[in-house]
C-alpha cells in the first residue's frame, strides 16, 4: 500500500478529517497521469468530501458527489491500492439510500437519521 493511501486511511477512519483527506488525494490525482489510479484518488477525494457533506447536511451535495465518484469505483477491481472497493461501493450506495429525502438537513444530525460515516478497510496483500 502506498504510503499516501495509508495516511488517506489514517485520516479518514481515525481522525475523521474528511478535509485534510481531500486535500491529500486533491494533490495526488492532480499529480498522477497513469489510469486507473489517477482516476482512483478523485473518486476517493468525492468518498471523503461526501462524508463532510453529511455532516454538515448537505445532502444534496453529498448525492452529486455519489454520481461523480461511483462509477469509477465501480469501474476498479474489489481490491485496490490495498483498500476493500468492493465493501467501500456497497456501504456508500447503502449510505446514499438512507440520506433523507431533503436537500439539507440540521448540521451535525445525520445520525438522527440512521447514518454513520463510512469507514475504509485495509486489505492484506493476497487477500
Known amino acids: 500500500m ?3 493511501v495509508r ?6 477512519n481515525g481522525e475523521r478529517d474528511f478535509y485534510e483527506c481531500h486535500e491529500l488525494f486533491e494533490l495526488a490525482w492532480k499529480a498522477e497521469s497513469q489510469e486507473p489510479l489517477k ?12 462524508q463532510f457533506k453529511l455532516n454538515q447536511g448537505y445532502m444534496r451535495g453529498f448525492r452529486k458527489l455519489y454520481g461523480y465518484g461511483f462509477g469509477v469505483l465501480e469501474a476498479l477491481p474489489d481490491v485496490y491500492e490495498g483498500l476493500d472497493v468492493a465493501r467501500l461501493r456497497q456501504e456508500w450506495t447503502a449510505q446514499l ?4 429525502e431533503a436537500d ?5 444530525t445525520f445520525r438522527e437519521y440512521g447514518l454513520d460515516y463510512l ?3 485495509v486489505q492484506e496483500s493476497g487477500k
Open 2 to 4: 502506498r504510503e499516501q
Open 104 to 108: 439539507t438537513i440540521e448540521p451535525g
Open 39 to 50: 482516476s482512483f484518488y478523485k473518486a476517493m477525494v468525492q468518498v471523503a468530501t461526501a
Open 119 to 121: 469507514t475504509l478497510d
Open 97 to 100: 439510500h438512507r440520506l433523507p
Open 7 to 12: 495516511e488517506f486511511v489514517r485520516l479518514f
